[in-house]
């Protein structure tokens, strides 16, 4: 028991009685406990307003890290692509294999035409007035399933719905030797009918005697149909019409034969064949 003494003030008495009362600090954001003599209570306290915002600011910014660090190995795996549609016409007389980048996107069979989709990261993007549109960079190039011949590359820029079309046509033989098929590149518009162009001779073969001398073949076809013709040996030179677009002719000539043998040659006219005999 406690004594007082006299005059002392009665507030003072009181806390000497029941102690001092235990306050804890406030913390933003954390749950703080008043503690007065023989009981308790608990309460949250209100974040400041800076407070709020410097931690919404710190969970944006974990936000954008994590995805940041999920973009970059999913790019690199390739998972960011694009859809572009591929026409491709073959015009020369056997199957070919087109590739893209190097990648095989498929067979085409002599004087068809098949269409693809390829998939490929776009490498940047073409004004648009609405939207950017994506595009993409490739190289086409195609073989020659029968002989093996690879065509060289040519160069295209792939706009997202937006067709583009690979011709496949025979090249001019200069000399002896296999030609490679060539490849040109061209787009049309998404919607737009690609051309299916079909080939027709004149005739399938003419003969020839010792002597030689000049010959021709129509080629038939549409208008807007291109075409080109090679020879397979050097002694049938293409004089004129070695390529073309629409219906034309062919003029050729053979060389005398001065081997003692019966020899045979042949002309590949968008994707037609033309044979030329000639007796020893």
Known sequence: MKILPVGFPLADATTLIAGPRAVAPSVAGSRVCNCAAGSSMTRLATPSSAAHVVQRLRLRRCRLAAALALAVPLAGCGLFHSDFPIAVGNRTANTVSVFANGERIGEVGSNLTATFTLEES??????????????????????DLTTGALSAGAAATLVIDVTTFVDVAPCVLIGDGLAPPCVSVSSTTTGSPVQACSFSLSGSSQSFNTTGGTGSVTVNTS???????????????????????????????VAPNTTGQARTASLSIGGQTFTINQTA
């Open 122 to 143: 776009p490498t940047g993007s073409r004004a648009n007035p609405n939207a950017p549109t994506a595009v993409a960079q490739v190289t086409f190039s195609a073989r």
């Open 223 to 253: 208008s807007g149909c291109q075409w080109s013709a090679t020879s397979s040996a050097s002694w049938v030179i293409l004089m004129s019409g070695a390529s073309g677009t629409g219906t034309g002719v062919i003029v050729f000539q």
